[in-house]
T-cell receptor, first 113, second 110 residues
Framework: DSGVTQTPKHLITATGQRVTLRCSPRSGDLSVYWYQQSLDQGLQFLIHYYNGEERAKGNILERFSAQQFPDLHSELNLSSLELGDSALYFC????????????FGPGTRLTVL | KNEVEQSPQNLTAQEGEFITINCSYSVGISALHWLQQHPGGGIVSLFMLSSGKKKHGRLIATINIQEKHSSLHITASHPRDSAVYICALNYGGSQGNLIFGKGTKLSVKP
């Protein structure tokens, strides 16, 4: 158990819908990273928050947004869902904002039908 | 061309064998990570390296910065080592986000 929690574990929804994925980092960790894992693209970095502020953006679509709240939990919002958004979404946390060991949550499996 | 290349893509070994998984990269890096992803999907960080060699139990990770190459070795492999092993990089600089290889799927037969 990494100490990082993600909810829900599984999510099945329809095209065009909007969903929210939630991540709680390990106690004491200030950084939250969001990653997407799909069969064709592998693991890709989406976005990084540190202590409530956005620090870096990767291959995140405009339909996706995220935030980190004062209690340090983070939410990833996916809207106007398409079939291609079906993937495993991981969050990871670390103590610092830079080079550091990252602790991964169990992931949320999103299926868009 | 991917910035991170792993080989082999798939590896089948007999229990007890010595295993080597390779990672080559084409960019300047600050650190390299080896991750393990089990069939259930969970990802565990095994090592973070910026130089030299690290050892944890039966696992050894090495990195050669000049040659832009890292290896993960598993000694006395066991069926419970069966997983996907992923090499990931921090670009040069201080950014914490990771760039991932495609992974090596290891299956260890009893």
């Amino acid at each position: 158990d990494s100490g990082v929690t993600q909810t829900p574990k599984h999510l099945i929804t329809a095209t065009g819908q909007r969903v929210t994925l939630r991540c709680s980092p390990r106690s004491g960790d200030l950084s939250v990273y969001w990653y997407q894992q799909s069969l064709d693209q592998g693991l890709q970095f989406l976005i990084h928050y540190y202590n409530g502020e956005e620090r870096a953006k990767g291959n995140i679509l405009e339909r996706f947004s995220a935030q980190q709240f004062p209690d340090l939990h983070s939410e990833l919002n996916l809207s106007s869902l398409e079939l291609g958004d079906s993937a495993l979404y991981f969050c990871a946390s670390s103590v610092s904002s830079g080079i550091d060991t990252q602790y991964f949550g169990p992931g949320t499996r999103l299926t868009v039908l | 061309k991917n910035e991170v290349e792993q080989s082999p893509q798939n590896l089948t070994a007999q229990e007890g064998e010595f295993i080597t998984i390779n990672c080559s990269y084409s960019v300047g890096i600050s650190a390299l990570h080896w991750l393990q992803q089990h069939p259930g999907g969970g990802i565990v960080s095994l090592f973070m390296l910026s130089s030299g060699k690290k050892k944890h139990g039966r696992l050894i990770a090495t990195i050669n910065i000049q040659e832009k190459h890292s290896s993960l070795h598993i000694t006395a492999s066991h069926p419970r080592d069966s997983a996907v092993y992923i090499c990931a990089l921090n670009y040069g600089g201080s950014q914490g986000n990771l760039i991932f290889g495609k992974g090596t799927k290891l299956s260890v037969k009893p």
